[in-house]
């Protein structure tokens, strides 16, 4: 049987006969595409065993359809949908069966871009490392993840970023919000609070919400996230470049946040830093500070790092690096949630990274993006009257803000650059804004312009829009 006749559900409850509610079922089905022109169907016999029905419901349901125009019986071969379906009333459907199709946007992505992707390779490794899969694997007896992928990560952390670690403390998980869940449950006592960075990753702040954590806000400045007089429980803190704003923490504010922590200790308390560390790999000058766990020796810090940035989003792996008297606590906490990293991928992972086509994949990655970021700052030059901007240093986005007469909201309540946002929507032209990654108090106005996922045509098609949008929004009857 197909999925689309798995998918039948009967009321053996109702008033209404079985065999007119199969009938109007496999209609539907038919009507929606899930059950394709020419497509067999399952004998009446089969349908009938499937269904918990009579045979003479099935076969009644089949004929009906028959007589209808919908399905074609073919002597010793069986049961068809009809190539050429009878017309049909179009209010008589569902809207759902005609949705409408989304328009494509040009947008400004900051996502590993698909089309460099070595698919090949990676398909070669998937290949040899499930040539003989392990039984544990199968069965999934691997909660903290695949030992031979722990191994990889610790020594690709050691070579990349100078963190020493062993394989031991490293946790694979499914990306960053499970990292963040992980950590919450694991260290998390009630009433603590998150200290998060403002502005920060929109999502990080909607999933705390979610959790049920109270949020302090950690103002930046030039160095970085700014350390509060009296900071206990979590602190997510992004020391190598902050998002949104790429930031570097300078090597004093590390040292004073490593100062808070012993303070908090010394007082009985204890403040946990999780350090987020998402895109470290693209760095294109100078060179990137060792991590902060690194300089810890109070085992309170945390280092979590994602594969999607680098490989692909749909890859969903990512991992936590936790101080050794730390990961006992951390794995009973990914064991009591449930493990929902694909650990079916990660055997391909560790086989991609032993045989250098991670290594080769990143490098070939920073030039590319490199020449997409130098790209994108040539054809802001156009839109200097209503932005400006820094040339960042790493990373795959830079931040545009928008000149002082357009800070603050409009007379509408509305902050200006979501004004323009709206206005680029109905032209096509997806905005990440920056005022909505603030989560409270006053908020800057100006927009994350990613440049790893369009080509340089594409680019072009989205400034002409931009520009146009802040044209539009922007002039001097509207301000």
Known sequence: MSAATLSISLDHQARQPIYLQLQ???RSLIQQGRLQKGERLPSSRELAQALGISRTSSLKAYDN???????LSAAKRGVFVAQNLPVIELQSLP?????KPEKPMLGFDSVANVETFPARQWASCLRRSWLKPDAGLMMGEYPSGWPLLKQRVADYLRDLRGLDCQAEQVLITAGNRDALTILVQALMVPNNAIWLENPCYAQMA??????????????LDEEGATVPDTCHGMAVITPNRQYPL????????????????????????????????????FVYQGRTHVPLMQLDRQQGTFFVGSFSKVLFRGLRLGFIVAPPQQVRRLMDSQYFLGSSSALGMQPALAEFMETGGFASHLRKMRRFYLAQRDHLLHALDGLSTWLQWEKNTGGMHLVAYL?????????????????????AEQLGLKLNCLSSHYFTGNRVNGFILGYSQRDERQMSQAIGLFKLCLKEVLSAPAR
Request: charge should be negative; charged fraction near 25%; proline fraction near 6%.
């Open 95 to 99: 809207v759902s069966v005609f949705p």
């Open 206 to 219: 909607s999933l705390f919400t979610l959790l049920g954590k109270p949020l302090h806000a950690l103002p």
């Open 65 to 71: 359809l028959i007589a209808e125009g919908f399905l």
């Open 24 to 26: 109007d079922v496999l």
């Open 246 to 281: 790429g930031i570097v923490m300078s090597p004093q504010r590390r040292q004073a946040w490593l100062d808070q922590q012993q303070a908090m200790r010394e007082q009985g308390k204890r403040l946990w830093l999780i350090e987020d560390d998402y895109d470290s790999e």
């Open 403 to 423: 000149r002082e007469p357009w800070q603050g909201k409009h007379a509408s309540g509305l902050a200006w650059d979501k004004l323009v946002a709206q206005r």
